[in-house]
């Protein structure tokens, strides 16, 4: 085994991976299964993977020790899959779940200290109408009960779900990173699709787990050049990784070779497809970028500007300035300044506010582009290489990108990572943004000059809300780049995150004096986009989903205006963690209400009404969910509404119905009952195996 040191294992950095402190982007190609098994020699697959610039694998079980060794050899890192009973009812047949967790934790005990293992993807794509059977929460519970296994077990590796289009609303909190199999040909749909994903995944980096052409339907050249066009698109669009489905033809599933489509990059001789030479080659993302002037006021920040200019004097992409604005510090932070970092254009003013000093430095600059950021921030490497490429085209005044918590040293500020309340984007689309926070928010120069900059009646707070606003107004547009992120420091304690969010209370108050349009009457804003909080894009209890008529949806996401909020980081939740959340999530909307308009009545949630039923449930062996629903329609039955828990209903009585998938395309399909048995066909009955009536929660 060569030496791919335990040190080099790789981590989440942010919105992508790195290795020790070297960034990496994950190339991998799916491996096997294969008829027969593993081949009796890895090296000449492996060597060939290797020199085709590929960095990882992903298998569809747990690979053994004689992979790994195999793979460390070569370089390539290793993302296991755990194989069980997902494509049937595992909550109706508990077994298939126990066996999971006996299977995962077995199998990391043997090789979870392997170099070469980088993860484990504990499911993959469970099938949407057995989701929808089960319960969208507790299947999602379930993978997050996987995940907290394999890290209690394994806390080296990294954990994920391979989730797919039909299931977006089932990502879930504890992923190290949100990871999708997608099958998209049309390169507009596909980076279309990939910036939606962006969001659904929060803070966490995106990896598409699949992608992948059968060459037997479209053709050598078309899946050569299908190929070659996703890696470009997942580095342009900011994924964190891609792996291409598959590396040869030859493929087993469900108990039986695979052999009417051939997605492989060999075919089942194992000779060279023209896609293989095609994804050799290392995209490069090649754009000229505008000068940019990087701008940070701060006001007796001295214990937090040294790391936020380290990280900005850090930044790659050319040449660029950089413009401190001390605004009336007391503690010495312009003295740290000048002493640390001579390279720094420092200006010192009486004090005068957040917003007048941004000003200053605005007039001062000499960039195309003004970037903000604040002195408790620390800018990715990459920020402004990111930020540039959404100027390109000119169609954006404006630009930003995400600003996430580092890792908490202590549970307080584990409680403040997951509160809401922090400072966040809010979308109109998946590209458009309606509002960037101030700490990562870069603009023309032109675009500031002509809406006069920002208001300086702000001086703590509020400044790049008025100011997003009016870019608006006066007919801007602000664009998204998901990965142009920065490392953005929370208050370091809870008292300290309650006094900050009077303190935004006060500046909504000056927000509703010039813009009393945008608020509700008790003092909200009036947001048309969709507000970012953090946390992937998941269902809970009383989420809304898009299930399409019968459940049939290709893309089923949840219908949703907010992002759910950070969960509380692992090493931290515990009671305390979790009682201190609630109190928080308790107080500061009232703080900030009473700040904003002396009061502390909030603004109504709208109740959402769920019916209790008690149905029936029984088994219909070897028929096909379609098949029968098919049938129902032409019985007269009608489709249920598409955010409903039920396919069809007839005169009251409503039906859903679920597919277990088995070894050699056997099929069981699962069948549920609300309302009158004796409405049910005779040729759906299958009496003898009726369930006794149970909750359908």
């Given amino acids: 085994m060569s030496g791919i040191a335990a040190d080099t294992r790789w981590r989440t950095d942010g919105k992508f991976l790195r290795s020790g402190e070297r960034r990496v982007w994950l190339r991998a190609v799916t491996y096997g299964p294969f008829p027969g098994g593993w081949p009796e020699s890895f090296e000449p697959d492996f060597q060939r993977i290797a020199a085709a610039g590929f960095n990882a694998l992903r298998t569809y079980e747990m690979p053994d020790r004689r992979l790994l060794d195999a793979a460390a050899r070569h370089g390539l890192r290793v993302f296991g899959g755990l194989m069980w009973g997902q494509n049937a009812d595992f909550f109706r047949r508990p077994g298939l779940l126990s066996a999971a967790r006996v299977g995962l934790a077995e199998a990391l005990r043997v090789i979870g200290g392997h170099p070469a293992l980088a993860g484990v993807f504990v499911a993959n794509e469970i099938p949407a109408d057995l989701v929808r059977w089960m319960g969208p929460v507790r299947v999602r519970r379930a993978i997050q009960e996987l995940i907290a296994l394999g890290r209690a077990t394994a806390p080296e590796l990294m954990f994920a779900y391979a989730n797919y ?94 052999t009417d489509w051939d997605f492989g990059l060999i075919d089942r001789e194992g000779r060279d497809k023209p896609a293989l030479a095609a994804v050799s ?13 990087v701008i940070v006021c701060t006001r007796n920040g001295r214990a937090r500007i040294g790391a936020c200019l380290k990280a900005v004097g850090n930044l790659a992409g050319g040449p660029h300035e950089t413009l401190v604005v001390d605004d009336g ?62 100027f390109a085209d000119g169609r954006f005044a404006a630009a930003g990108g995400p600003n996430l918590p580092p890792r908490p040293r202590n549970m307080h500020e584990a409680v403040v990572c997951a509160a809401s309340g922090a400072p966040s984007h809010v979308m109109l689309d998946d590209e458009e943004a309606e509002h960037l926070p ?15 900059g920002f208001d300086a009646r ?146 109504r949630a709208p109740h959402l009404e769920h019916p209790t039923t008690h149905p029936h449930e029984w088994e219909m062996p070897e028929r096909r969910r379609e098949e029968l629903l098919g049938r129902l329609v032409e019985d007269g039955w009608a489709a249920c509404g598409p955010t409903g828990a039920w396919d069809v209903e007839k005169q009251g009585t409503r039906l859903l119905l679920a597919t277990e998938r088995g070894d050699r395309g056997a099929k069981n399909t699962l069948v549920r009952l609300s309302g009158e048995m004796t409405k049910v066909p005779v040729w759906l009955r299958n009496v003898s195996m009726v369930d006794s009536a149970r909750d359908a929660g």
Avoid at 236 to 241: I, L, P, Q, V, Y
Avoid at 281 to 293: K, T
Avoid at 330 to 341: I, K, P, R, S
Avoid at 520 to 533: H, S
């Fill in 165 to 258: 289009p039909s299931t977006e609303y089932l990502e879930p909190d504890n992923a190290d990173f949100t990871a999708f199999n997608i099958y998209l040909e049309d390169e507009r749909s596909l980076r279309s699709y990939v910036k939606r994903l962006h969001h659904i995944a929060g803070d966490r980096p995106l990896v598409i787990s699949e992608f992948g052409l059968d060459s037997r339907r479209n053709g050598l050249a078309r899946q050569a050049e299908i190929l070659r066009r996703a890696l470009d698109i997942a580095l342009e669009e900011e994924c964190a990784g891609l792996a291409l489905y598959a590396w040869s033809d030859r493929w087993w599933n469900a108990g039986a070779e695979v």
């Fill in 438 to 452: 101030g700490c990562n928010l870069a603009v023309t120069k032109a675009a500031f000059d002509a809406i006069g």
């Fill in 329 to 390: 510090s007391d503690d010495g932070t312009a003295d740290l300044v000048a002493e640390q970092f001579p390279w720094v254009k420092l200006l010192r003013l009486d004090p005068c506010g957040l917003s007048a000093a941004r000003n200053a430095a605005a007039a001062a600059a000499t960039g195309e582009i003004l970037a903000f950021t604040d002195d408790d921030c620390e800018p990715d490497a990459e920020w402004l290489q990111r930020l540039g490429r959404v």
């Fill in 281 to 293: 080659h290392q995209p490069v993302i090649s754009a000229q970028l505008p000068s940019f002037s």
């Fill in 458 to 603: 702000f001086h703590t707070a509020g400044d790049d809300v008025d100011f997003c606003w009016r870019l608006r107004e006066a007919g801007y547009r602000l664009g998204f780049a998901p990965g142009a992120f920065v490392w953005h420091r929370r208050r370091a304690g809870i008292r300290a995150f309650l006094r900050q969010q009077r303190g935004y209370g006060r500046a909504e108050r000056l927000l509703i004096a010039k813009h009393p349009q945008r608020f509700c009457k008790r003092g909200g804003a009036r947001w048309q986009g969709f507000v970012y909080a953090g946390g992937p894009l998941r269902a809970s209890a009383d989420s809304v989903i898009y299930h399409g008529p019968m459940g049939m949806a290709g893309y089923q996401p949840v219908i949703a205006r907010m992002l759910p909020t950070r969960g509380i980081a692992s090493r931290f939740d515990g009671w305390r963690a979790r009682l201190g959340l609630r109190l928080v999530e308790f107080l500061a909307p009232h703080l900030r209400a009473w700040a904003r308009n002396r009061t502390i009545l909030l603004e």
